[in-house]
């Protein structure tokens, strides 16, 4: 019985995914309302000076990706970029940006953490290296809001056993 009811959940979470809209879905020339109503309201909005604008949608807290969806400034889709890597870490600068700033860049993260002994807190995103590891992307502020420090480490999440088979 209780293996039935693990092969019913996980077939009812298949249905479910297989249901969702994905950045992959997405069309080259698509208006922005349109990948809204597809995708949902996003996490972050980034402006530039021209007018074109990338829209933020994270999958945290249980994915592992952040998607940068691209629009020109007539607000036609041009490309998606994966945003939880090297490349786009290196684009929070401690004492520069904010928290605020960090979420509009990356969206929701998958976990908050407080550190009371050095009076700071930190977001965690999580997400797979090129290798397939599973990691975590940290940044860390102070009171005020500012980065202090960023830092890759090993995602404190994963096991080494798959929760769901262990019911």
């Known amino acids: 019985m209780i293996k039935r009811l693990k092969w019913l959940t996980v077939a009812a979470a298949a249905l479910v995914l297989v249901g969702c809209a994905h950045p992959d879905f997405i069309k080259v020339g698509q208006a922005d309302h349109e990948v809204q109503t597809e995708l949902g309201i996003p996490d972050g909005k980034l402006v530039s000076a021209d007018g074109s604008f990338v829209l933020?949608?994270?999958?945290?807290p249980f994915g592992q990706e952040v998607w940068w969806m691209h629009f020109d400034s007539n607000g036609r889709f041009v490309k998606k970029e994966r945003?939880?890597?090297?490349?786009?870490?290196?684009?929070?600068?401690?004492?520069?940006?904010?928290?605020?700033?960090?979420?509009?860049?990356?969206?929701?993260?998958?976990?908050?953490?407080?550190?009371?002994?050095i009076d700071e807190y930190a977001l965690m995103y999580r997400f797979e290296?090129?290798?397939?590891?599973?990691?975590?992307?940290?940044?860390?502020?102070n009171q005020q809001g500012i980065v202090t420090e960023t830092a890759v480490t090993q995602d404190p999440w994963e096991r080494d056993v798959d929760p769901i088979w262990d019911l």
């Not at 290196?90 to 993260?109: I, N, S, Y």
């Not at 290296?129 to 502020?141: H, K, L, T």
């Open 129 to 141: 290296e090129a290798g397939g590891m599973d990691m975590a992307w940290w940044v860390q502020f």
């Open 56 to 60: 933020v949608y994270s999958d945290q």
């Open 83 to 117: 945003a939880l890597n090297e490349d786009h870490f290196k684009l929070v600068v401690p004492g520069q940006h904010t928290e605020a700033q960090v979420r509009q860049m990356f969206g929701r993260c998958a976990q908050e953490y407080t550190f009371h002994l």
